[in-house]
């Protein structure tokens, strides 16, 4: 079954602590982002990655980092999280660069107390 | 920069109306044009999408969207909604010129629907 999937699911921490959220999809796609839905906001996209090596920056990065060491997976990484970041976190991936972000996974909700 | 607009920000209709919901955009030329379902507790599932040609587009779950050049528009129609329509609802963009992967959103859509 195609899927992106995240882990966790749900997270509590406090802050300054780090943490990663990772994400993985068995499709074999290029293309994976992330992304962070708030309320009244929608969703906006944190960074994205073309392919294995190659990422980018999207509209909201600060206090992120991500890496793309494997074409299936893209962790989102937080060295120093604080309570500003809690929030819904969607990954995303798609096949090639004319393609939509079809397949999104189930979401991370993470609280940064 | 581009940016989307979805007008309403929470809907209300009885089950079997039809249904219409707005998405405008601000892009130099004409870009790619999805539309996003998030059920409760769900990620987000594409509907449909346009990138040339027709003008309206047909989606999954019986939706359908047009794309109207003039009104930078491209609203969202269901002719009849069903009790399992009551979601959230997202217009996005991409630039069509390359950089497809970075989509923006609208702020989203809640449609209740009524009994």
């Known amino acids: 079954e195609a899927q992106v999937t995240q882990n966790p699911r749900y997270l509590i921490t406090v802050t300054g602590k780090k943490l990663t959220v990772t994400c993985s999809q068995n499709?074999?796609?290029?293309?994976m982002s992330w992304y962070r839905q708030d309320p009244g906001l929608g969703l906006r996209q944190i960074y994205y990655s073309m392919n294995v090596e190659v990422t980018d920056k999207g509209d909201v990065p600060e206090g992120y980092k991500v890496s793309r060491k494997e074409k299936r997976n893209f962790p989102l990484i937080l060295e120093s999280p604080s309570p500003n970041q809690t929030s819904l976190y969607f990954c995303a991936s798609s096949l090639g660069v004319a393609g939509p972000h079809k397949y999104f996974g189930p979401g991370t909700r993470l609280t940064v107390l | 920069a581009q940016s989307v607009t979805q007008p309403d920000i929470h809907i209300t209709v009885s089950e079997g109306a039809s249904l219409e919901l707005r998405c405008n955009y601000s892009y130099g030329a004409t870009p790619y044009l999805f539309w996003y379902v998030q059920s409760p507790g769900q990620g987000l599932q594409l509907l449909l999408k346009?990138?040339?040609?027709?003008?309206l587009v047909q989606g999954i779950k019986g939706f359908e969207a047009e794309f109207k050049r003039s009104q930078s528009s491209f609203n969202l129609r269901k002719p009849s909604v069903h009790w399992s329509d009551a979601a959230e609802y997202f217009c996005?963009?991409?630039?069509?010129?390359?950089?497809?992967?970075?989509?923006?959103f609208g702020k989203g859509t809640k449609l209740t629907v009524n009994p």
């Open positions: 996005a963009v991409a630039p069509s010129q390359g950089g497809s992967e970075k989509l923006v």
């Open positions: 499709m074999n796609h290029e293309y």
């Open positions: 346009y990138f040339s040609g027709d003008t």
